[in-house]
């Protein structure tokens, strides 16, 4: 049986992402998306309470204070 990350990140995978994962034992599971189109970001959002996305920056890691 599969448990319901590993079943996302196939989803993940179908819908397009380079590569999905679990971050470290879970339950958190990431996409990387050369593009992400809009409707997956809000059908997630229906399923799922905490949906995130973020971008690459062009300059490298940054410190913010």
Known sequence: NKTEQEE???LL???G???AGLSGS????????KSLP???IE?????YTEVYTCKTS???IKIIE
């Not at 879970?26 to 990387?32: A, H």
């Not at 059908?43 to 399923?47: F, Y």
């Open 43 to 47: 059908s997630l959002k229906k399923d």
């Open 13 to 15: 995978i179908e819908k």
């Open 8 to 10: 996302l990140c196939k």
């Open 38 to 40: 809009n409707y997956l």
């Open 58 to 60: 062009p300059y490298g």
């Open 17 to 19: 992402a380079v590569l």
């Open 26 to 33: 879970g339950p958190t599971v990431f996409g990387l998306f």
